[in-house]
């Protein structure tokens, strides 16, 4: 009913920056708040970055300063872009939409596939 469709990882040297896009397509009727969360090899899912629709915005500690997030609601897409990345950045990123709501009335939390970022020199 509701798909979220990430792009943008890829490989990039310390000090880097990169962007990632989340776009929603489907049954949509509304999708308040948006999320990032990110899962390094080996560890928990963690949280990253989120946006209400007023946009009202919290981030994880470590990527406070470096890693905005905002989105554009007539594309209903939310990006992430990520400055003066670390190897500690490694990760699959993921977007989430804990509460989508659809075109018949059902909320619904919908998970992106992820994306792969890649901190290395």
């Known amino acids: 009913q509701v798909q979220l469709v990430e792009s943008g990882g890829g490989l990039v040297q310390p000090g880097g920056s990169l962007r990632l896009s989340c776009a929603a397509s489907?049954?949509?009727?509304?999708?308040?708040?948006m999320a990032w969360y990110r899962q390094a090899p080996g560890k928990q899912r963690e949280f990253v970055a989120t946006?209400?629709?007023?946009?009202?915005?919290h981030y994880k500690d470590s990527v406070k300063g470096r890693f905005t997030i905002s989105r554009d609601n007539a594309k209903n897409t939310v990006y992430l872009q990520m400055n003066s990345l670390k190897p500690e950045d490694t990760a699959v990123y993921y977007c989430?939409?804990?509460?989508?709501?659809?075109?018949?009335?059902?909320?619904?939390?919908?998970w992106g596939q992820g994306t792969l970022v890649t901190v290395s020199s």
């Open positions: 946006i209400t629709s007023g946009g009202i915005t």
């Open positions: 989430n939409a804990p509460a989508a709501l659809t075109t018949s009335r059902r909320y619904l939390a919908v």
């Open positions: 489907g049954s949509i009727f509304s999708i308040n708040d």
